[in-house]
């Protein structure tokens, strides 16, 4: 015979509850770029003086050569040797700052101009300008 347990306060048979399910931690979703649709545009202007104008004509003369397109842009042909400022432009167009040095140019200011905006707002402007120091 089948007796019902007296001591236990409750005599129904015991039951362990379930586990409860571990909370998961939060999903992490893959980041996906934000697509603002923004526009920059950045502007470098180089502030350069003729050191040595010989130099400048002579680094021109050589560069009107390998470059006859961008020389030719800028006023060059076989009729017509380029001016000093149409020199230094040539040979700013197809240097970088610092070889500009060696060829008879000195940086005297650098200017970075950005402009960024999206579709909805207003364009934001930031301009950096420095001249560097040069001892004499």
């Known amino acids: 015979m089948n007796r019902p ?3 236990h306060p409750d005599p129904r048979p015991s039951v362990t509850p379930a ?3 571990a909370l998961a931690p939060p999903r992490q979703l893959p980041r996906r770029p934000l697509d603002l649709r923004v526009r920059t545009r950045r502007i470098q202007v ?3 003086v003729v050191d040595d104008p010989a130099k400048v004509l002579d680094h021109a003369q050589r560069a009107a050569l390998t470059a006859p397109d961008t020389a030719a842009v800028l006023g060059h042909s076989p009729t017509a040797p380029l ?3 149409a020199a230094a432009a040539l040979l700013c167009a197809l240097h970088e700052p610092g070889e500009l040095a ?3 140019l000195r940086l005297t200011r650098h200017t970075t101009h950005v402009t960024a905006s999206d579709q909805q ?6 301009e950096l300008s420095y001249a560097p120091e040069y001892e004499e």
């Open 121 to 126: 707002t207003e364009p934001v402007s930031l």
């Open 102 to 104: 060696a060829m008879g």
């Open 5 to 7: 347990n007296l001591t």
């Open 83 to 85: 001016t000093l400022p």
């Open 46 to 48: 180089e502030e350069l």
């Open 19 to 21: 586990a409860a399910p």
